[in-house]
């Protein structure tokens, strides 16, 4: 069956640290892949997408991702997170052969301390 | 890429009776998609709702329950039928454009009493 793994529920970092949160997916081709943040009481915010080409792939608020097809990975990263990160982060992937609807991730909490 | 509007933003509503979500698209798109988002959890696709077919729903999700519309390209309804206060979440449409991608409504937040 087709899955998303956010490992993580709940990740703290310190103002200025470096972030990695991973996402997994079990798919059978290459699908697209999403990563999504939400503040609390607020909309869904597209960080960024990878549908093909370079497996690097920059977002918006200085997050990258790298998909990784041989571990089914799609991992953002940041090298300083600001407390303003703070947020739920849902990873999403979607497939032309699950009709396109985009399976979430359970999400990530992040946490910034001082 | 595609631009959402969705109505209402928020409600309260009495325990058995129903609500009726829409979603108005700035342009024509063939696949949009309904997603629940119960407190503190991720979003759970409701159902796929293609014009001109039926709407498709995921396990756990009955037509009785929850009656989608879509009567032409640029629009869709979702009601909440016989509601509890399970039902209190963020309803949310979406719709997918080949290279543009996924675009989010901004979300109906529903409140059961």
């Known amino acids: 069956a087709q899955s998303v793994t956010q490992p993580d529920i709940h990740i703290t970092v310190s103002e200025g640290a470096s972030l990695e949160l991973r996402c997994n997916y079990s798919y059978g081709a290459t699908p697209y892949l999403f990563w999504y943040v939400q503040s609390p009481g607020q909309g869904l915010q597209l960080l960024l997408k990878?549908?093909?080409?370079?497996?690097l792939v920059q977002g918006i608020k200085g997050f990258e991702a790298e998909f990784k097809r041989s571990q089914s990975s799609f991992n953002l990263r940041k090298p300083s997170v600001h407390w303003s990160d703070a947020a739920e982060y849902f990873c999403a992937v979607g497939a032309p052969n699950s009709g396109y609807a985009l399976n979430f991730g359970k999400g990530t909490s992040l946490l910034v301390t001082p | 890429s595609a631009v959402i509007s969705q109505k209402p933003s928020r409600d309260i509503c009495q325990r058995g009776t129903s609500l009726t979500i829409q979603c108005q698209v700035d342009s024509q798109v063939t696949m949009m998609f309904w997603y629940r988002q119960q407190p503190g959890q991720s979003l759970t696709l409701i159902a796929t709702a293609n014009q001109g077919s039926e709407a498709t729903y995921e396990s756990g999700f009955v037509i009785d329950k929850f009656p989608i519309s879509r009567p032409n390209l640029t629009f869709s309804t979702l009601t909440v039928s016989n509601m509890s206060p399970e039902d209190s979440s963020i309803y949310l449409c979406?719709?997918?454009?080949?290279?543009?991608?996924?675009?989010f409504g901004s979300g109906t937040r529903l409140t059961v009493v």
């Open positions: 979406s719709v997918v454009q080949g290279g543009a991608g996924y675009t």
């Open positions: 990878y549908f093909s080409g370079d497996t």
